[in-house]
């Protein structure tokens, strides 16, 4: 039985670190120098896709899969999340183009979104800045009429990924009362 | 203001009413004031039976007949007595509307309000909008939580306002919304009075439950509210928890600024509700995650 999660959202929010943090094997990674300083400063991105893995003991697992952050790249985002539980969307939101990325990716995977299985985590928030930017997350919902999860987190902390398959899992478990299974 | 008048009292009766009711008005959380003769005020004292204006309470002062006992609100002897005049006064106080936490959510709402000290449960608290923080004046989070949770709403007011110096230190704090969260969750009558039971609501955005009360059963309240709209008896069944629990999760989540929307439209399915943990598809994954609330095989 293999269940699939994907991570989305723009370069630069944490998508590779936030597999490693939790992956049982090697992230598979498929990083290629940066060209596009102009969206992001770091050296290296995601050009297809990363991939990484919890596995159990009765063979079950849980495949991660990382999308890929540039909007070029944005034809390979279907066929990446067709079948996942769900997504987990990462932002970095000492980008000034935050809340605008956010509206992006809930509209590129507004399917994951409807059925409640896409839940945020906001990556490189200060202490004193949640409040506003809680209320940024919030007056985007509402306009979107969608009341998605959002975790304040840093993606190299297992801990705090693993709040956001949490809440994956509850809602999936949801899925199972609500449809009578 | 709440007006008491008075029908029939010569001219030195009112004047020691409107003594009494002075001297009485600064001991009274409402600001009771004597406005003279007529039949229109909140309270209307009167020497025998008339019929005052809807909404006025019928105070007859005197013996009366127990017909008229029957037709007013109550009965005060002549002269009336101070101390049983301010007793009249809190019992016919209108109750606030609000609750305790909706009190300081109140006071909070501002952000460019000035800072607020208030005397709660005998302990200073400072309620700073600025940076949407509350402070005491010694103990910790838990003191800041009982101290304001003892003190009325009708006493959260900037006019119970008291002056501290700018250097005075303050023992520890908690940010508002844990503040409220915490406030409203313990306001469980309030909420089973408020909240109704067979009507569908729905959370417009996402309650941040894992700082505020970090609860499996909280956490899946708030994603089946988040997700669509449903009963409390629904959600109740759901997560396996009191129907006043959720009512309060309700009240909570409103107070804490939450938008709650009422909806006619019964979205939910709930088709043969069954206790969550009975789901064991998923626990082979919520075990490997090592659950953020300590949840294993369900439980």
Same mark, same amino acid.
């Given at each position: 039985?293999?269940?699939?999660?994907?991570? !989305?959202?723009?370069?630069?929010?944490?998508?590779?670190?936030?597999? $490693? /943090?939790?992956?049982?094997?090697?992230? !598979? $990674?498929?990083? $290629?120098?940066?060209?596009?300083?102009?969206?992001?400063?770091? $050296?290296?991105?995601?050009?297809?896709?990363?991939?990484?893995?919890?596995?159990?003991?009765?063979?079950?697992?849980?495949?991660?899969?990382?999308?890929?952050?540039? +909007?070029?790249?944005?034809?390979?985002?279907?066929?990446?999340?067709?079948?996942? %539980?769900?997504?987990?969307?990462?932002?970095?939101?000492?980008?000034?183009?935050? /809340?605008?990325?956010?509206?992006?990716?809930?509209?590129?995977? +507004?399917?994951?979104?409807?059925?409640?299985?896409?839940?945020?985590?906001?990556? +490189?928030?200060?202490?004193?800045?949640?409040?506003?930017?809680?209320?940024?997350?919030?007056?985007?919902?509402?306009?979107?009429?969608?009341?998605?999860?959002?975790?304040?987190?840093?993606? +190299?902390?297992?801990?705090?990924?693993? %709040?956001?398959?949490? /809440?994956?899992?509850?809602?999936?478990? %949801?899925?199972?009362? %609500?449809?009578?299974? | 203001?709440?007006?008491?008048? *008075?029908?029939?009292?010569?001219?030195?009766?009112?004047?020691?009413?409107?003594?009494?009711?002075?001297?009485?008005?600064?001991?009274?959380?409402?600001?009771?004031?004597?406005?003279?003769?007529?039949?229109?005020?909140?309270?209307?004292?009167?020497?025998?039976?008339?019929?005052?204006?809807?909404?006025?309470?019928?105070?007859?002062?005197?013996?009366?007949?127990? =017909?008229?006992?029957? =037709?007013?609100?109550?009965?005060?002897?002549?002269?009336?007595?101070?101390?049983?005049?301010?007793?009249?006064?809190?019992?016919?106080?209108?109750?606030?509307?609000?609750?305790?936490?909706?009190?300081?959510?109140?006071? &909070?709402?501002?952000?460019?309000?000035?800072? &607020?000290?208030? &005397?709660?449960?005998?302990?200073?608290?400072?309620?700073?909008?600025?940076? *949407?923080?509350?402070?005491?004046?010694?103990?910790?989070?838990?003191?800041?939580?009982?101290?304001?949770?003892?003190?009325?709403?009708?006493?959260?007011?900037?006019?119970?306002?008291?002056?501290?110096?700018?250097?005075?230190?303050?023992?520890?704090?908690?940010?508002?919304?844990? &503040?409220?969260?915490?406030?409203?969750?313990?306001?469980?009558?309030?909420?089973?009075?408020?909240?109704?039971?067979?009507?569908?609501?729905?959370?417009?955005?996402?309650?941040?439950?894992?700082?505020?009360?970090?609860?499996?059963?909280?956490?899946?309240?708030?994603?089946?509210?988040?997700?669509?709209?449903?009963?409390?008896?629904?959600?109740?069944?759901?997560?396996?928890?009191?129907?006043?629990?959720?009512?309060?999760?309700?009240?909570?989540?409103?107070?804490?600024?939450?938008?709650?929307?009422?909806?006619?439209?019964?979205?939910?399915?709930?088709?043969?509700?069954?206790?969550?943990?009975?789901?064991?598809?998923?626990?082979?994954?919520?075990?490997?995650?090592?659950?953020?609330?300590?949840?294993?095989?369900?439980?």
């Amino acid at each position: 039985m293999a269940i699939k999660v994907i991570f !989305v959202g723009p370069m630069g929010a944490g998508k590779t670190t936030a597999i $490693a /943090a939790i992956s049982d094997i090697p992230p !598979v $990674a498929t990083e $290629a120098r940066n060209h596009d300083k102009t969206m992001h400063v770091k $050296a290296t991105t995601t050009v297809a896709m990363d991939y990484g893995e919890l596995s159990l003991d009765d063979g079950n697992k849980l495949s991660l899969y990382g999308i890929p952050g540039q +909007r070029q790249f944005s034809f390979i985002w279907p066929i990446v999340s067709k079948g996942a %539980l769900g997504g987990i969307l990462l932002l970095d939101c000492s980008m000034s183009d935050w /809340a605008e990325q956010f509206k992006f990716y809930i509209d590129s995977f +507004r399917s994951l979104a409807n059925s409640g299985a896409m839940v945020v985590g906001l990556n +490189r928030v200060e202490e004193d800045d949640k409040e506003t930017v809680s209320g940024v997350i919030q007056d985007c919902c509402e306009n979107l009429e969608l009341a998605l999860p959002y975790f304040f987190m840093d993606p +190299r902390d297992p801990q705090d990924v693993n %709040l956001l398959l949490e /809440a994956l899992v509850i809602n999936a478990e %949801l899925d199972h009362i %609500l449809q009578g299974e | 203001m709440y007006s008491i008048k *008075s029908y029939g009292f010569g001219p030195q009766e009112s004047d020691v009413i409107k003594k009494q009711v002075r001297l009485i008005s600064s001991r009274t959380d409402l600001p009771w004031v004597y406005e003279g003769e007529g039949l229109d005020g909140n309270i209307v004292l009167a020497k025998q039976h008339v019929d005052v204006l809807p909404g006025a309470k019928l105070v007859i002062v005197g013996t009366v007949s127990p =017909a008229d006992a029957k =037709a007013c609100a109550a009965v005060l002897e002549y002269p009336i007595r101070i101390m049983k005049f301010l007793e009249l006064l809190e019992k016919f106080a209108p109750k606030s509307a609000l609750s305790t936490a909706q009190a300081v959510a109140k006071i &909070l709402e501002d952000r460019n309000a000035p800072d &607020l000290v208030l &005397l709660c449960n005998q302990v200073l608290v400072c309620f700073k909008n600025g940076n *949407s923080k509350v402070y005491i004046e010694k103990g910790g989070k838990k003191d800041i939580i009982e101290a304001v949770s003892k003190t009325s709403a009708s006493a959260i007011t900037p006019k119970n306002k008291i002056p501290v110096k700018d250097t005075f230190s303050w023992s520890s704090c908690i940010s508002s919304k844990t &503040l409220l969260w915490s406030l409203a969750r313990r306001e469980i009558g309030y909420a089973k009075s408020n909240w109704s039971t067979d009507k569908p609501y729905k959370l417009a955005s996402w309650p941040q439950v894992n700082e505020w009360e970090p609860n499996p059963q909280i956490f899946k309240l708030a994603t089946l509210y988040s997700r669509q709209s449903v009963t409390v008896s629904e959600a109740a069944k759901a997560c396996q928890l009191e129907e006043d629990q959720v009512k309060s999760f309700l009240h909570a989540c409103a107070t804490s600024g939450i938008s709650v929307k009422a909806s006619e439209v019964h979205e939910t399915a709930l088709k043969g509700v069954r206790e969550l943990q009975n789901k064991q598809s998923l626990n082979w994954l919520r075990k490997k995650i090592n659950s953020y609330f300590g949840l294993v095989n369900g439980n």
